[in-house]
């Protein structure tokens, strides 16, 4: 029997993976061009007014922040655009009816979120290479925050997918609260700059313990305490699985 469930959500994850591969150009490739243009159009326009942030260099503070920025919002995409298409096609009916517990399908969608962020990371990584070294100084830290931010958005955008009734709502989420959220979060910049109040206000962000672990992986240096942060992450995590798990549980906006 654990067996036949291991097997039931390793089919669901390896359809949510060779879903968006199908289509890699638009779901890997792009992402990963829009952040080498970032890292070029910052250190561009940047590059000689700018040559530091806390003694690292301007483009090698941008870039780690921009990988992460690319898995977070990828795998926020995956989870709620595969939910999503799913219901308004009307065949979700045909994964609710497969043999697979509630937190069996939100452990298929997650994983297949994160699958694609971490895909993006990579070939994001692999691309700004070309153009810049980059020196990892902790692969813990490296691990543990692109597990913990794809997690994080890909149990975001699973709510998102079962909450939504059409596109224009998954739209706005991802334009009113996930991109202002990963813009202001330290990407391009070290909060330690920022007036007090936008300091705390980044410390309420669970977009800046992600950004800013994952830089700390490639550079040594963090704008906040990593380890509040990775609790913070863990919970915050934890919780949004359990809510998952409670959607699917009632049949939240899937079953009439």
Same mark, same amino acid.
């Given at each position: 029997?654990?067996?036949?469930?291991?097997?039931?959500?390793?089919?669901?994850?390896?359809?949510?993976?060779?879903?968006?591969?199908?289509?890699?150009?638009?779901?890997? &490739? /792009?992402?990963?061009?829009?952040?080498?243009?970032? $890292?070029?159009?910052?250190?561009?326009?940047? /590059?000689?007014?700018?040559?530091?942030?806390?003694?690292?260099?301007?483009?090698?503070?941008?870039?780690?922040?921009?990988?992460?920025?690319?898995?977070?919002?990828? %795998?926020?995409?995956?989870?709620?655009? %595969?939910?999503?298409?799913?219901?308004?096609?009307?065949? +979700?009916?045909? &994964?609710?009816?497969?043999?697979?517990?509630?937190?069996?399908?939100?452990?298929?969608?997650?994983?297949?979120?994160?699958?694609?962020?971490?895909?993006?990371?990579?070939?994001?990584?692999?691309?700004?290479?070309?153009?810049?070294?980059?020196?990892?100084?902790?692969?813990?830290?490296?691990?543990?925050?692109?597990?913990?931010?794809?997690?994080?958005?890909? %149990?975001?955008?699973?709510?998102?997918?079962?909450?939504?009734?059409?596109?224009?709502?998954?739209?706005?989420?991802?334009?009113?609260?996930?991109?202002?959220?990963?813009?202001?979060?330290?990407?391009?910049?070290? +909060?330690?700059?920022?007036?007090?109040?936008?300091?705390?206000?980044?410390?309420?962000?669970?977009?800046?313990?992600? +950004?800013?672990?994952?830089?700390?992986?490639?550079? /040594?240096?963090?704008? /906040?305490?990593?380890?509040?942060?990775?609790?913070?992450?863990? &919970?915050?995590?934890?919780?949004?699985?359990?809510?998952?798990?409670?959607?699917?549980?009632?049949?939240?906006? $899937?079953? %009439?």
């Amino acid at each position: 029997m654990f067996y036949y469930n291991y097997l039931c959500v390793f089919t669901l994850f390896k359809k949510e993976v060779f879903r968006f591969l199908k289509v890699g150009i638009q779901t890997i &490739i /792009g992402p990963a061009i829009s952040s080498l243009l970032f $890292l070029a159009v910052f250190s561009l326009a940047l /590059g000689r007014s700018v040559n530091q942030i806390n003694n690292v260099n301007l483009s090698q503070f941008i870039a780690p922040g921009l990988i992460m920025m690319t898995m977070l919002q990828n %795998s926020f995409a995956n989870a709620a655009s %595969s939910i999503g298409q799913s219901k308004f096609q009307g065949n +979700i009916v045909d &994964i609710l009816m497969a043999p697979l517990s509630n937190y069996e399908l939100a452990v298929g969608y997650i994983f297949g979120a994160i699958a694609r962020g971490i895909i993006c990371g990579l070939v994001t990584y692999f691309g700004i290479l070309f153009f810049l070294p980059l020196s990892i100084y902790s692969y813990s830290a490296l691990l543990f925050y692109s597990f913990m931010g794809c997690f994080m958005m890909g %149990s975001m955008g699973t709510i998102v997918g079962i909450w939504a009734d059409k596109w224009d709502q998954q739209q706005g989420i991802t334009n009113f609260i996930v991109l202002p959220l990963t813009f202001l979060s330290g990407t391009f910049y070290s +909060i330690s700059r920022l007036p007090e109040f936008w300091q705390n206000f980044a410390l309420f962000n669970p977009f800046f313990y992600n +950004i800013d672990g994952f830089r700390y992986a490639f550079i /040594g240096q963090s704008d /906040g305490q990593l380890l509040i942060g990775g609790i913070i992450l863990i &919970i915050l995590n934890f919780s949004l699985f359990f809510l998952c798990y409670l959607m699917f549980e009632k049949g939240y906006k $899937l079953k %009439s």
